[in-house]
């Protein structure tokens, strides 16, 4: 598949050892902004889609999501950077510092001011970009994206056969769009790492959803298989329900608590999606889940454009 090179892989694990003591169980985490480019988890996804834009001569962009997308903010950093024009159809408040860098950066943002107005913002950006634009899906998920996905659990499964960590018995990540856990899912059973992968939603319905990650899964184990690499096997999923709380992007009680254990261990977790995840780890090592227990730490880091600006 093609593939522009933007972040350097694999991203560090480590043992987080304030946290496994608080908690009375072995806790390490895979940290994403620590891949050497703005974004986290979604320069996984952008490197094979925008190889893949570019691979077919594409030169326009579209994609969508809430107001306060990250995903959104990645796509215009790292598109820009190789050469193409954005558009964005988003739904819901846009912070300041966002439009702040959109408009440095030349984004064209379609915003509606409701979240639930983000498939109307969509079809509004795709009419505005043209007809020779390419559009990526929101969060990154469902296409080429979930294969960075899958080197994430690839990565894991590699760490534990080179002794840099041990087995997992359960993976915790925050699911979205799901293409993340979905991927985090295929790539580590490609290489026998079968632990179970708790996807905790911090999305409406029908996002976030085991239903959702599970044709996410099915079709990137199809994708893999029509590039000849085997892809048979499959990690169980769980999903948890319990953390969405008051809404998206409101955080509550269990959620304040799990950042500012993690923040023991230099976690700077969002309230939007790292904090809720981690607060599902939390209750679960204290219900006595086995252990060791690993968190796929998202987080786009702080600095969305190497000095241009600041997106929280």
């Known amino acids: 598949m093609p593939r522009l090179e933007i972040g350097r892989w694999p991203t560090p694990i480590r043992r987080l050892d304030h946290t496994s003591s608080a908690l009375g169980c072995e806790v390490w985490a895979k940290t994403e902004e620590d891949c050497g480019a703005w974004g986290g988890n979604k320069v996984r996804k952008l490197e094979y889609l925008l190889g893949a834009a570019r691979s077919s001569g594409a030169r326009k962009l579209v994609t969508y999501g809430a107001g306060g997308s990250t995903w959104a903010v990645a796509t215009a950093l790292h598109a820009k950077t190789h050469g193409f024009e954005v558009t964005l159809g988003l739904g819901g408040d846009v912070p300041a510092p966002h439009r702040r860098f959109y408009d440095r950066m030349g984004t064209r943002v379609i915003r509606l001011a409701a979240l639930g107005s983000v498939p109307l913002a969509a079809a509004l950006a795709r ?59 295929v790539g580590m059973a490609m290489r026998a790492c079968h632990c179970g992968v708790v996807a905790v939603r911090v999305t409406p319905r029908p996002l976030g959803t085991l239903k959702l990650i599970d044709r996410r899964m099915r079709a990137l184990r199809r994708r893999l298989n029509d590039l000849r690499v085997p892809a048979a096997g499959m990690s169980f999923i769980q999903g948890v329900d319990s953390q969405f709380g008051p809404g998206y992007g409101k955080p509550h009680a269990a959620a304040l608590e799990a950042a500012e254990i993690a923040g023991r261990d230099g976690l700077a977790l969002d309230l939007t999606y790292g904090a809720k995840a981690f607060a599902a780890l939390v209750d679960a090592a204290r219900a006595g889940v086995d252990g060791p227990i690993l968190f796929l730490h998202t987080s786009p880091g702080p600095e969305p454009d190497r000095g241009m600006g600041r997106v929280p």
Not at 138 to 164: K, N
Not at 168 to 181: D, K, L
Request: glycine share 22%; no cysteine; charged share 15%.
């Open 127 to 185: 009419a505005v970009a043209g007809r020779n634009a390419r559009v990526l899906p929101a969060g990154g998920s469902g296409g080429a994206g979930d294969l960075g996905s899958a080197h994430a659990g690839i990565e894991i499964a590699e760490a534990v056969e080179r002794g840099e960590m041990p087995a997992p018995a359960n993976a915790f990540v925050a699911a979205g769009t799901g293409g993340t856990a979905a991927g985090l899912a």
